[in-house]
């Protein structure tokens, strides 16, 4: 048997072997490949260790591969997350950490991601791309709790304030106020229930009188308007009546230059012929005779004959 050969090919098979596991150990092509993203947490950590799983809406990408302490602000946590190639990390991504089940484990939760939304990369200035985070949902609870505690402390000081010995008395000597107005007004119930029924009345009456009142306003309305209608038509008729009176100036006017002159003659000639008939009437009177037979001669008076009273 040759010993030399069995060792060497011993050797040689270690060897391969060693090799082999080297190269499954730095990613082999059996092995899935992993891309590095980085998260900076503003809260507490503590139950999140390395190689927690890093899910995908529920779904294993990943695992945490680095927990450290950010070196310029020590409130804050550095997280290196090292996730499948191919997996859609996108600049909508939103890391959340959360436990699981009752055992308290923690785990990197992601979510988001829209259909449009570009795919994240690394910036200027950055080894790694950064994932944005969101308070976990203890974190939310411890603030909404602190919130409250803190409120709560607030209205326990104001409260214990108000229950001073000072404000105790001032409620005291209110509520004994109160006591007397009360017993006031129960022993003038009567009078306060007749001041009650009259007002109850009066707004009756009030109520009645205003709905009488009404057609009033509206008939006085109507009045309104005949009278601004009249108005207005005397406003007319005096403008007609001003352009009649000045035609019948100018009318007027005419008739006295022109027919006054001859009424002045026809009123002359009225006298004489009014005079005339007078004296015909007296005439009439004394002898009626005369109208029918003519007037007779007068009688020659003494010494006076005919031809002497012609050649009168």
């Known amino acids: ?47 999140l260790n390395l190689n927690a799983p890093v899910k995908y809406s529920g779904v294993d990408v990943g695992k945490v591969q680095e927990i450290a302490l950010d070196p310029g602000n020590p409130k804050r946590v550095n ?10 990390i996108k600049t909508d991504t939103v890391a959340v950490l959360k436990t699981q089940g009752l055992t308290g484990i923690a785990y990197v939760e992601l979510s988001g991601g829209d259909a449009d939304a570009p795919l994240l990369r690394a910036t200027a200035g950055s080894g790694y791309p950064v994932i944005r985070t969101k308070p976990s949902l203890s974190a939310r609870l411890e603030n909404v709790l602190t919130s409250v505690l803190a409120k709560l402390d607030s209205t326990s000081s104001n409260i214990n304030a108000m229950l001073s010995n000072e404000n105790r008395a ?24 007749a001041g009650i029924s009259n007002a ?9 009188a205003a709905a009488q009142i009404g057609p009033v306003i509206e ?27 000045n035609s019948v100036g100018a009318d007027v006017k005419r008739f006295t230059a022109e027919t006054l002159p001859e009424l002045e003659r026809l009123l002359g000639e009225l006298s004489v012929l009014t005079n005339s008939l007078r004296r015909l009437s007296e005439q009439t009177e004394r002898d009626p005779r005369g109208l029918l037979f003519g007037r007779k001669p007068v009688a020659d008076g003494p010494g006076e004959s005919t031809t002497v009273r012609e050649k009168k």
């Not at 048997?1 to 090919?9: A, E, Q, S």
């Not at 997280?79 to 859609?88: H, N, S």
């Not at 601004?228 to 009546?241: D, H």
């Open 219 to 245: 008939r006085i309305g109507r009045s309104a308007d005949a009278i601004e209608k009249m108005g207005n038509e005397v406003a007319r008729t005096s403008a007609g009546a001003g352009k009649t009176v």
């Open 79 to 88: 997280l290196l997350f090292a996730i499948e190639r191919g997996t859609p």
């Open 200 to 208: 109850g009345r009066t707004l009756d009456k009030s109520s009645r």
């Open 170 to 193: 001032a409620f005291t000597s209110a509520l004994a106020d109160i006591a007397t107005v009360a017993r006031t007004i129960a022993a003038r119930k009567d009078t306060i229930d």
């Open 1 to 47: 048997m040759n010993y030399p050969i069995v060792g060497l090919f011993v050797l040689v098979l270690g060897a391969a072997l060693i090799v082999v596991a080297l190269w499954l150990a730095s990613g082999g092509t059996l092995q899935k490949k992993f891309d590095l993203y980085l998260a900076v947490e503003d809260e507490s950590v503590a139950g």
